[in-house]
């Protein structure tokens, strides 16, 4: 890569962060420092910019990079991502949101303490939530340690980890001193950013093969060295029934997770009402769709264009796919070439920044809000919620940068999906449950979220992910015992399971008059903050 390349990108991405420092800076001066203003915003946004902000926030680093390095490499099967992660917002949109923004107030556990003794299902519903969002997080830090190797032409050790640090160092300032309403501006800045940036290369790949979708397809196969295999299922999932099961245990995680996902959750607490959080999806759904179409493009056009083979050698995951395309539709030695890998390396970093930033807040919600409140001792002096929830930003980013450092070699997108398997089996059977199921009680929520968390946690400790093979986060050592890489299939119907157990084994009676009011208050909105 040479020094043109670098400096500019590096211009690019100094002015994005610029930029947001600034509009974070602002929004703290002009912030009050109640609970309400950190943790939602006031509650002041629009349907149109809440759907831009959740696009923002649900494109992350996965989407743009691994998505489209999946696809480039394994063709057909690595549209499994786009087909999840899209019809998951059908879940969202009929199940969830309208709902989830009458019965809260700040995060998950709002919602399920409402009908619950409130400690236990807090202490629950917050540990999970925290789970889930440095899991997610690990995959973003991944995303910017791939990029910055390729910027510095090198995959120097030191590089990349300098570059998680500093990554988790901009996003502890932006949760801290912007709460809520900087971060959705940033997102929304982010969101417009990556989709321009996503149409113009599209448009570019078209103009290249002339319109002729046929021709990309046949030369991305070509190229791939599997012929029209690539273009058929099962070049990475079909191999065996291991690989099958894999496939289904993903797709399952990928379309019920999103529902579960607490950064995702938050954002329907930043519109005032709730059919404004409806609209909010419809035009997440809108953005997030013509994103993904655009992604499979890129993804062919990678492997038709630059080659599976020049692909893997930059990044054995695939995770550069996207900026050696845009270098190559450019122009590989020209200016063309340096200027649209520096926008696209430039927006890149700013999509993991504003994804960080979304999920850090959310977490650290659920650690002051949650965890804080539910643990701290009576006698105790009381620290203000937004006082712990800085303080908790900080200890998130430093546990995420060291997960980070520790699976810098593993595909984004696939990280992506553990944590949308963790998501799916300990946050979204506890939520269903007490929105849905008049007799639920509190045994019955605490079993909902540990008897998903839990199992979908061992069994990715006990998979080829942390050892037993070349791939793995412990390639030296040898302790697999769970086949499959994805634990979804296994791990999402225990956590209903236990929720279902937990509440018929409970004596505890379910309070009748608390279930109605969550209900009037679910599908009418009356008395929702």
Known sequence: MTGNHQTLALLLFSGFVAVTLGITTWVSRNRHGSAEEFYAGGRLFSPMENGFAISGDYMSAASFLGVTGLIALYGYDGMLYVVGFFVAWLVVLFLVAELVRNCGRFT????????????????????????????????????????????????????????????????????????????????????VLLLSTTVALTVLVLL????????????????????????????????????????????????????????????????PTARAARRSVIWSIGLVGGFYLMTIVLGFAAAAIVGPQAVQKSNAAGNTAVPLLALDLGGADSTGGTVLFAIVAAVAFATILAVVAGITLASSASVAHDLYASLRRRRAKPYSEVAVARTAA????????????????????????????????????????????????????????????????????????????PESLFPGVDFQFFPLQNPGLVSIPLGFLAGWLGTVTSSEVPDEAKHAETEVRALTGAGAV
Do not use: C
């Not at 992506?416 to 300990?426: D, E, I, T, Y």
């Open 108 to 191: 998950l556990a709002d919602v399920v303490a409402a009908r619950m003794s409130e400690r236990p299902v807090r202490i629950a519903a917050g540990t999970s939530s925290v789970t889930v969002s440095v899991l997610y997080l690990v995959a973003q830090m991944v995303g910017a340690g791939s990029l910055v190797s390729l910027l510095l032409g090198g995959t120097s050790p030191a590089a990349r980890a300098w570059t998680v640090i500093g990554v988790g160092a901009l996003m502890v300032i932006y949760v801290s001193l912007g709460g809520m309403r900087a971060t959705t501006w940033i997102q929304i800045v982010k969101a």
């Open 208 to 271: 290249r093969f002339h319109g002729n979708v046929d021709r990309l397809l046949l030369t991305a196969a070509d190229r791939s060295g599997h012929g029209l295999a690539f273009l058929a299922p099962g070049l990475k999932y079909g191999g065996d029934w291991t690989a099958r099961f894999d496939f289904m245990s993903l797709g399952l995680a990928l379309v019920l997770g999103t529902a579960g996902l607490p950064h995702i959750l938050s954002r329907f607490y930043t519109v």
């Open 394 to 469: 900080v200890g998130i980013g430093v546990v995420a940068i060291a997960l980070g450092l520790l699976a810098r070699d593993l595909n984004v997108a696939f990280l992506v999906g553990l944590a949308f398997a963790v998501a799916a089996s300990a946050n979204l059977p506890v939520l269903l449950y007490s929105l849905f199921w008049r007799g639920f009680t509190t045994r019955g929520a605490v079993w909902a979220v540990y008897g998903g968390l839990i199992p979908a946690l061992a069994l990715v400790v006990l998979s080829p992910v942390v050892s037993g093979s």
